[in-house]
């Protein structure tokens, strides 16, 4: 994208946008992206002391925490 049009826009070079297709035209949209922390065992570690949970309840987080910590 030209450095004019950008600057027109309110964008920084590198910014990330969305792009979608409507009624023919090719639509950009500036993105919203959030950091995503990956799990490691000892960051489970961490949830599972400070967890004041059952034990069934323990057993369910810990399948959330690994696939979360899987497809980061």
């Known amino acids: 994208m030209p450095a ?5 826009l309110g964008l920084a070079e590198g910014d ?7 009624n ?3 639509v950009l949209t500036p993105a919203v ?3 995503v922390e990956a ?3 000892e960051r489970i570690r961490e949830f599972e002391g400070a967890a004041k949970l059952s034990e069934e309840e ?3 987080a810990r399948r959330a925490w690994r696939v979360t910590r899987q497809t980061t």
């Open 16 to 22: 990330v946008l969305t792009v979608r297709v409507a």
């Open 39 to 41: 799990y490691t065992d």
């Open 4 to 8: 004019a049009l950008r600057r027109d």
């Open 24 to 26: 023919g035209a090719i």
């Open 33 to 35: 992206l959030t950091e």
């Open 58 to 60: 323990l057993s369910a």
